[in-house]
């Protein structure tokens, strides 16, 4: 079946620096990946939609200049939360589908992110 | 968008009685959902999905129904197990929108 893989699993850094975190398709090629945040016992919150070859569609109240999304090949998709501060702290899950829209969203294994 | 409401927001079943989590949407449109199960810091993974064109689908303990008229669908799980302990979240896609709207998630909690 299809594979998401996401990386690091866990990350805690200082007010003010930057974070990288990386989702990779192993076993397919994704044109579309999505990034989500989820907060304790809440939902899943759709951030953006990063497409390969182009720019990011970000929703509504999501800062496209502090969470840097790029999509450079069909495998690869990284967000960057920039300057981070504490309030960035979250669970950060990407995912991505096989096939169309109606085919299942397969998630990566999330990253929680700490900013001190 | 598509606007996705999810009920009860926990539930505490005994081992072995059935579990029923309900979920409406408010776009006629969506033709595509799907059920993820949550465990504590990890991955949603995907447990059952249905498409509009069918009623009804059923995987050995799991069963998901679709009432397209009323807008909404349920999951169903029978002979509950320890393990099912989960949050679990219902979503739904409109035509050839690749973004899914989730629901607020279902924490079920399975007594021994």
């Known amino acids: 079946g299809a594979v998401v893989s996401q990386h690091p699993s866990r990350v805690i850094c200082k007010s003010g620096t930057s974070v990288k975190i990386e989702c990779r398709s192993l076993?397919?090629?994704?044109?579309?990946m999505f990034w989500y945040r989820q907060f304790p016992k809440k939902s899943l919150m759709l951030m953006a939609t990063?497409?390969?070859?182009?720019?990011?569609?970000?929703e509504q109240g999501v800062e496209k200049d502090k969470f840097l999304i790029n999509h450079a090949s069909l495998t690869l998709s990284t967000l960057t939360v920039t300057s981070a501060h504490p309030e960035d702290s979250s669970f950060y899950i990407c995912?991505?589908?096989?096939?169309?829209?109606?085919?299942?969203?397969?998630f990566g294994n999330g990253t929680r992110l700490t900013v001190t | 968008g598509e606007n996705v409401e999810q009920h009860p927001s926990t539930l505490s079943v005994q081992e072995g009685d059935s579990a029923v989590i309900k979920c409406t949407y408010s776009?006629?449109?969506?033709?595509?959902f799907p059920w993820y199960k949550q465990e504590l810091g990890k991955r949603p993974q995907l447990i059952i999905d249905?498409?509009?064109?069918?009623g009804e689908k059923k995987d050995q303990r799991i069963a998901v129904t679709l009432n397209k008229t009323a807008k909404h669908f349920s999951l169903h799980i029978t002979e509950t197990q320890p393990e099912d302990s989960a949050v679990y979240f219902c979503?739904?896609?409109?035509?050839?929108?690749?973004?899914?709207?989730f629901g607020a998630g279902t924490t079920v909690t399975v007594r021994a």
């Open positions: 995912s991505a589908r096989q096939g169309p829209y109606n085919s299942p969203l397969h």
């Open positions: 076993d397919f090629q994704a044109t579309t």
């Open positions: 990063s497409n390969e070859g182009s720019k990011a569609t970000y």
């Open positions: 776009d006629s449109a969506s033709n595509y």
């Open positions: 249905i498409r509009s064109n069918v």
């Open positions: 979503a739904a896609t409109l035509p050839n929108d690749y973004k899914l709207s």
